[in-house]
């Protein structure tokens, strides 16, 4: 890897003065879009069977245009603060694209959780949280934190405990952070919500048949090959939504430990399993290895889906990749460099900010319902059951026809809370991707999504900033 390659912050950066270019916004507005306002690096001890061992880690709030802020808590061994503030701009791009009203911030604590215990585990995320209290970087109304890469619902339920055993009696206090277990006061479809937004997006991009024409793709999204890189929750949920609900084949996986390819597809929910039983995905039946577990991301496919890490494709092999189209579900897995040159390609790129904002959005949805102390549905499922009961009976009255039970049963259901997270979450994915599509398409010289993306992102902002004024 080159030394001059842009850090990840800085790639988010040039990324945004590319598309600052075409908004006429002044430059000390966008001065103070682009900047993080806070950063907060601490370092705590945590005993680690005998020894002491001192911790790394970090809170960004990157803009508080809108309150709360909100961002992942990521735990991996190459956390630094460039990445998290990187991650934490990201989030408030992300944030205005899909219309939920939060700032943008990430956290992220320096380890490899696959080397501790779950208690030592537990003991880290406890620390950490109540360093986020002692400065004020976390609550309901200030910063609510979410999973992200190597954290999930576990370490969300022991922030949320932790916060309110110290913060005993604040009413709201369950809503400081999201992506917590169903019965911790999570909501039904936040884990699967950032793949099934991928899915959602991918769909969405592929159903415009003027574009996919214009692209040489043939419009629709079943058969369509993919590649995926990360079995982790957001590839996992992205295969399997997009193999059961759009008949999209996976023929090749790439995780740490390597790669396996099946021209005819990969059945994920089986891989998933037999991962789970021998702790790796190599040899699952019918599959072949990989020489490495990068040489999945050069395979001839339509849609290429990193949903590992940033970085992962960069001037080193950008000219290798062999998709039509990459679907960025990892933040930032594609370096300003590698877009340059897939974009002379002529490779579709669905960026990072709009694809993977599947996440926030159903986390907003949580942080809604704890404030509201209700779940969703609770209220309207009944009145909506009898009230197509009875319109279903006026028919069969006025046609002397019969309908079914099972036919009954379908037509008179009323939504659980599940039906309308997705459905919240499938009307936030279509309506913000023709949001970007409308500026690519109007914009003269905007050639690309993920520019047209941070135009939308920046109007958004940029009108808040102008309306607040600045204090005092
Ligand atoms: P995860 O920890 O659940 O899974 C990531 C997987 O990637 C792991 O299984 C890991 O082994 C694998 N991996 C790591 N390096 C790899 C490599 N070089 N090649 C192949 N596989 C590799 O993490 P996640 O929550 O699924 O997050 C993945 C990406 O999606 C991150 O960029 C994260 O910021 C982004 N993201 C996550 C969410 C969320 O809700 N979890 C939301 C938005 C964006």
């Known amino acids: ?159 949320v405990d932790t916060y309110t055993t110290m913060k005993h009696g604040e009413i709201d206090g369950v809503a400081c952070v999201t992506g917590k277990p169903v019965t911790q006061n999570g909501i039904r479809g936040r884990e699967e919500a950032t793949g099934r937004g991928v899915f959602y997006g991918m769909r969405e991009l592929l159903n415009n048949k003027e574009d996919c024409k214009k692209w040489g793709i043939t419009p629709g999204t079943a058969g369509k090959t993919i590649v995926l890189q990360g079995l982790g929750n957001v590839g996992s949920f992205t295969g399997k939504i997009s193999q059961n609900e759009g008949d999209m084949v996976i023929i090749a996986v790439s995780e740490f430990e390597g790669a396996i390819h099946n021209e005819k597809g990969i059945d994920i929910a089986e891989l998933l399993k037999h991962r789970k039983e021998t702790g790796s995905i190599l040899n699952f039946p019918g599959t072949k290895i990989l020489p490495s577990r990068d040489a999945a991301l050069e395979l001839e496919c339509d849609i290429l889906v990193p949903a590992a890490l940033e970085n992962q494709i960069t001037s080193d092999n950008a000219e290798r990749i062999k998709a039509k189209i990459i679907a960025e579900a990892a933040n930032g897995p594609i370096s300003a460099d590698g877009e340059a040159i897939l974009l002379k390609m002529g490779v579709i790129i669905i960026p990072d900010m709009y694809l993977n904002a599947g996440g926030v959005t159903v986390s907003y949805f949580e942080w809604l319902k704890n404030l509201s102390h209700m779940r969703f549905g609770r209220m309207e499922k009944r009145f909506d059951h009898n009230t197509y009961n009875n319109l279903v009976t006026t028919i069969e009255n006025m046609t002397g026809k019969k309908i079914g039970a099972q036919e009954r049963d379908f037509l008179t259901k009323g939504a659980e809370e599940v039906d309308l997270v997705r459905s919240g979450l499938e009307e936030t994915m279509i309506n913000s991707y023709n949001q970007i599509r409308e500026t690519w398409k109007r914009k003269k010289g905007v050639e690309d999504l993920r520019t047209a993306a941070f135009i939308c992102a920046l109007n958004k902002i940029s009108s808040d900033y102008m309306a607040m004024g600045i204090f005092p």
Request: hydrophobic share 40%; net charge positive.
């Open 1 to 159: 890897m080159s030394n001059k390659r842009a850090s990840f912050f800085e790639s988010v950066n040039k990324n945004f003065d590319k598309a600052a270019t075409f908004t006429g916004l002044p430059k000390g507005l966008l001065d103070q879009i682009k900047a993080c306002n806070a950063v907060y690096q601490m370092r705590f001890p945590v005993k680690v069977g005998n020894e002491y061992q001192v911790i790394e880690a970090y809170r960004v709030q990157h803009s508080q245009h809108r309150l709360p802020t909100k961002g992942g808590i990521r735990y991996s061994e190459h956390v630094n603060q460039d990445e998290v503030m990187a991650l934490a701009a990201l989030m408030t791009y992300k944030c205005a694209i899909v219309d939920v009203p939060f700032g943008g911030a990430k956290g992220g604590v320096r380890i490899n959780p696959k080397a501790y215990t779950v208690k030592q585990l537990e003991k880290i995320t406890r620390r950490y949280t109540a360093e986020l209290i002692r400065k004020n970087f976390i609550g309901p109304g200030i910063d609510v934190p979410a999973p992200d890469y190597g954290t999930g619902a576990r370490e969300m339920a022991w922030i």
